[in-house]
Nanobody, 118 residues
Framework: QVQLVESGGGLVQAGGSLRLSCVASGNIGSINVMSWYRQAPGKQRELVAS?????????ADSVKGQGRFTISRDNVKNTVYLQMNNLKPEDTGVYYC??????????WGQGTQVTVSS
């Protein structure tokens, strides 16, 4: 059984920083993709960033090029991180961790709330 547990969300003022963490446990395999998604109130869930087990990264256009968000992972700890700097009110939402295995199964965490006040 695969379990994902996110942490690190909270309330922060605009311009502040947060670091989200997601720990995976269970039969996750050595080859996988870990991703962060977010869902703002009244909007669909969207991809923020993803990273493969070989550290290849991908960022959504909404955060790419700005250098505000950085995804990383620790394969020994089965943990993925999302460092978020210079946060804006539009970054507010529930942030979800997703694990995609090489055999096609996807697993989701319970989500962590990020609220950015103006």
């Amino acid at each position: 059984q695969v379990q994902l547990v996110e942490s690190g969300g909270g309330l922060v003022q605009a311009g502040g920083s947060l670091r989200l963490s997601c720990v995976a446990s269970g039969n996750i395999g050595s080859i996988n993709v870990m991703s962060w998604y977010r869902q703002a109130p009244g909007k669909q869930r969207e991809l923020v960033a993803s990273i493969t087990n070989s550290a290849s990264t991908n960022y959504a256009d909404s955060v790419k090029g700005q250098g505000r968000f950085t995804i990383s992972r620790d394969n020994v700890k089965n943990t993925v991180y999302l460092q978020m700097n210079n946060l804006k009110p539009e970054d507010t939402g529930v942030y979800y961790c997703k694990l995609g295995t090489r055999w096609g199964a996807d697993y989701w965490g319970q989500g962590t709330q990020v609220t950015v006040s103006s």
